[in-house]
């Protein structure tokens, strides 16, 4: 009779079914469903201590409330996205793929807190002492003061925290790999996750430590998702990349104490991850001018104007329905800003495969992107070059009108910074919203519609097909 109580849980998303199916019904995800046995009727830890319960106090929304202290990590790219520093009994997700640096930059961040002199505790469920001992020799870091233990076993690890009265920092790598032991569940499922999390969560906000928890991400769904421990944690940071690019990336998607989208910037080394203050510089250090297919744009990540390249390239299609590749960029939206550039410019892409990509591994969600990716496509499908001295931002919408995007000034200045000469954006507006003031050097030339994009584009080639012709008849 109990195996009929048992319910079938998404690895990834959590949802809870009573019966196994092969695809989970509310995020989508195939083969994420795992047996795992009901949950114990009362939470873990010590719940229900005051059975009789008091009154709730309700008091005004004026007050004061000092901004929360801070305990700052030293690598200031780490500091910046967590909005300032570690707070103190707060619960901070770092997700991520495997292998993409998670264990490095906590090691990193731990040590130089013990070095500044906080009690910094690192409890490893994956790693033996000694690789972690290794990792912290190949880093430079063996002689910081940092607290190293290996333990998995849930119940050891909350009776070490609950004595503990001066820990600043206690590192969990990785939560997945930490087990309760009155649950029935394998390490990893999301019952055990988030028992486990609730847990050391509830320890960090009673003994006042920085809580921060390592999650994977895997797309197996063998292991539980990060995504189920989002809405227990103060902030979720992920960090992003491919593996075989040396830029990590950095994003907070939740901060209940700073802002979210904003970024840090990394370059894995031999060292260790070493911070990137100018990313701009390093997105495009590679980049050759005069190649048909490639545009900067001045993006906004967070609170800090970055630029990128834009690389599109057509090739004609083998046949069947051409392909669209994506990295770095909406899907969907490249297939609408084809539409618009099809309907409104009559620039026909259609039978060519496109690929598109954001040069540096970034990946950018800012609709301001369009115009960059539209100057990318109609340079690759007209053979001509951008000026590779411009930047472009600006939204497009439907009927190919370039809208106005936030934070013009700091996305041109950004583009003066970095030695651009000019900038193709949006028209400023007659009325309400701040226009770009001029800045000294740049050239800005306001666009109002799609069509004045592909003008010059159009023009030039014209003006390449006449040369060509008067050579041939000459
Ligand atoms: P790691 O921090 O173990 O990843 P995660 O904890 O997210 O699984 O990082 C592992 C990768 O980083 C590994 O492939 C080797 C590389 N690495 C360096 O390039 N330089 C270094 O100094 C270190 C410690 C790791
Ligand atoms: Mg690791």
């Keep these: 009779m109990a195996k009929d109580r048992n319910r079938h849980v998404c690895q990834a998303c959590g949802a809870v079914f009573p019966k196994w199916q092969g695809r989970c019904d509310a995020c989508g995800e195939w083969n994420t469903l795992q047996e795992e046995a009901p949950p114990p009727a009362r939470g873990p830890g010590p719940a229900a201590r005051a059975a009789g319960g008091r009154r709730v106090e309700f008091v005004g929304l004026q007050g004061q409330a000092a901004p929360p202290p801070r305990i700052p990590t030293g690598l200031a790219e780490l500091d910046r996205v967590l909005g300032g520093g570690l707070v103190p009994a707060s619960a901070v997700l770092v997700g991520g793929d495997p292998g993409i640096g998670k264990s490095t930059i906590l090691l990193q961040a731990a040590a130089r807190i013990a070095t500044a002199g906080r009690r910094a505790l690192y ?7 000694a690789q972690v001992r290794l990792r912290a020799l190949r880093l430079g870091l063996e002689q ?21 009265k001066d820990a600043a920092l206690v590192v969990i790598d990785s939560i997945q790999t930490l087990w309760l032991d009155a649950l029935d569940s394998a390490p990893g499922t999301v019952a055990q996750v988030r028992a486990c999390a609730a847990e050391l969560i509830r320890l960090a906000k009673t003994r006042g430590f920085a809580l921060v928890l390592v999650g994977h991400v895997t797309k197996e769904g063998t292991l539980a998702g990060p995504r189920v421990l989002e809405h227990m944690v103060d902030a979720t940071l992920y960090f992003e990349g491919d593996r075989g690019h040396q830029f990590r990336i950095l994003r907070a998607v939740k901060n209940r104490f700073g802002a979210t989208d904003e970024i840090g910037v990394f370059e894995m080394t031999e060292g260790g991850l070493v911070e990137v203050p100018n990313p701009s510089a390093l997105f495009l250090a590679e980049r050759r001018g005069n190649v048909a297919g490639s545009a ?20 004609p299609s083998a046949g069947g329905s051409p392909r669209r590749q994506v990295v770095g960029w909406d899907t969907g939206r ?17 039978m060519n495969d496109v690929y598109l990509n954001i040069a540096g591994g970034l990946r950018i969600a800012e609709p301001a992107a369009d115009l960059a990716v539209a100057a990318a496509l109609v340079s690759a499908a007209t053979d001509r070059p951008t000026d590779p001295e411009t930047v472009y931002f600006g939204e497009v919408g439907l009927s190919g009108e370039i809208r106005q995007v936030a934070q013009a000034e700091a996305r041109l200045r950004e583009a003066q910074k970095l030695g651009f000469a000019g900038a193709v954006l949006p028209r400023r507006l007659a009325r309400g919203g701040r226009a770009p003031v001029a800045l000294e050097g740049l050239r800005l030339a306001e ?17 390449r097909e006449k040369e060509r012709e008067a050579a041939k008849a000459g």
Excluded: N, Y
């Design 123 to 129: 409890i490893s469920g994956e790693e033996a002492v």
């Design 144 to 164: 910081a003061p940092l607290e190293l233990a290996a333990a998995t076993a849930l119940r050891d690890i909350a009776a070490s925290l609950e004595e503990e």
């Design 296 to 315: 900067v744009f001045a993006g906004i990540e967070g609170t800090r104007p970055v630029l990128v390249e834009v690389q599109a390239l057509l090739a």
């Design 447 to 463: 666009i109002g519609h799609i069509a004045d994009l592909v003008a010059p584009f159009a023009a030039k080639t014209g003006r």
């Design 334 to 350: 490249l297939a609408m800003l084809m539409a618009v550039l099809e309907a409104r410019c009559g620039l026909t892409l259609g």
